[in-house]
């Protein structure tokens, strides 16, 4: 058949751009959860491709098209395409910080769909519950077929509707631009399958799951650029671009605020329990910033300034707004040493400064301004 040759044409230049990711993956130095599970979906979907090439073959007669291989190439296409599914949720789980996609029990059973899809692919040649090879040896959808649909697009659009809705959380907001990412980036692979399972010899699905890939692929990577590596929090270059943005563009009835929050003694716990538990200690520390700028009335940005110093751009109505995320950042902090978890006091002193548009300055005084309050407040902290 005519369409044979650009189908595999189309579907190995894919395999090509995949390999290409898929080996900037595996030599990479970061092996976070996230792009592990990226380089397995990336793997998964080169096979698919091929399982795709093969069936191509098959059902253009070029490697025959008995019964026996027309089931053969179905079970390889629509087996790995809800594998591939699968490991797109496990990623987008793990972008976002699920721990749960960690636990080998939860994700054994977060495959069920898989394993119930493989077995009706498998038993299909006896059963002909989801297609089958009639007398005139063309494949037909049998009673069941919509599973094999269902299943992938199952697991992209729960990835989706999940990462939407923690989007729209009003206690989401400081990480609200990665959920929006997840959530849209199945639209293109989710369209171009759906094209897909409507005609068959044309390959829709290769392009849009490509092009999702890249889109994630390159979006890991600017967060690798943009993130500090320890806290995984925004580092000062994105700060400082943030900053000088907002700086530029007064937004009506907020006030803009810096407020530098600063780890009390640090030194003190590196020297007694060593810089790995310090290092925990600025990672439990970044959760309780976090915790504190959540909320839906004001926005925020975090970042690691320093080695013991955090940042937060703050839009708010009001200074008191400002003093009381302060007041609790310390209490949040102050929490983390009765939970049992360290061995030593945590606490931090916070400085504030907020920006006079009427009367423009510098980012680097204005940083200077909050540094100063900083220092105030830890001298009446000693106090």
């Keep these: 058949m005519s369409y044979v040759y650009y189908y595999v044409e189309a579907y190995t230049a894919c395999i090509f751009l ?4 898929f080996f900037k993956i595996q030599t990479g130095v970061n092996k976070q959860i996230s ?3 990226l380089g ?4 998964d979907l080169m096979l698919y491709f091929c399982a795709e090439i093969f069936w191509a073959l098959v059902d253009g007669g070029i490697l025959g098209n008995s019964n026996s291989m027309l089931y053969l190439s179905n079970i390889f296409t629509y087996v790995l395409i809800s594998i591939a599914a699968y490991q797109w949720f496990l990623l987008s789980e793990a972008i976002q910080g699920d721990k749960s996609v960690e636990n080998d029990p939860y994700k054994l059973l977060l495959s069920t769909p898989v394993w119930l899809s493989a077995i009706l692919c498998i038993t299909a040649y006896r059963t002909g519950l989801v297609y089958y090879v009639d007398d005139n040896g063309k494949f037909v959808n049998g009673k069941l077929y919509i599973v094999l649909i269902i299943v992938p ?3 992209m659009i729960a990835a989706s509707v999940k990462a939407l809705g923690r989007a729209l959380s009003k206690d989401k907001y400081a990480e609200r631009s990665t959920y929006f990412m ?3 980036f199945p639209v293109a692979p989710i369209a171009l399958g759906l094209a897909q399972s409507i005609y068959w010899r044309i390959p829709f699905l290769c392009y849009g799951a490509v092009a999702a890939i890249f889109f994630i692929y390159i979006s890991i990577q600017e967060n690798l650029i943009s993130l500090d590596p320890l806290t995984q929090i925004n580092n000062r270059n994105q700060m400082y671009k943030y900053l000088a943005k907002k700086m530029r563009a007064e937004e009506a009835g907020l006030s803009l605020f810096l407020l530098i929050v600063d780890v009390d003694k640090l030194k003190n716990i590196n020297e007694a329990y060593g810089h790995a538990e310090g290092d925990r200690a600025l990672v439990r520390l970044t959760g309780a910033i976090k915790d504190a700028c959540q909320g839906p009335r004001s926005r925020f940005f975090i970042a690691r300034y320093g080695g013991d110093e955090f940042v937060v751009v703050a839009e708010m109505a009001y200074r008191a707004e400002a003093t009381w995320l302060a007041d609790q950042i310390k209490s949040n902090v102050r929490k983390l040493s009765s939970d049992g978890k360290q ?3 945590l ?5 504030i400064a907020q920006y006079d548009y009427s009367q423009p300055i510098s980012m680097q ?3 200077a301004r909050a540094d100063s309050d900083l220092y105030k407040q830890k001298k009446l902290g000693a106090g």
């Excluded at 995949?18 to 990711?21: E, M, Q, R, T, W």
Aim: proline share 4%.
């Design 153 to 155: 697009f199952a697991y």
């Design 365 to 367: 005084a204005f940083i």
């Design 35 to 37: 792009q592990v599970y």
């Design 343 to 345: 061995n030593y006091p």
């Design 18 to 21: 995949l390999g290409i990711i």
């Design 182 to 184: 997840i959530g849209v």
């Design 40 to 43: 397995n979906l990336v793997l």
């Design 347 to 351: 606490s931090v002193s916070v400085g």
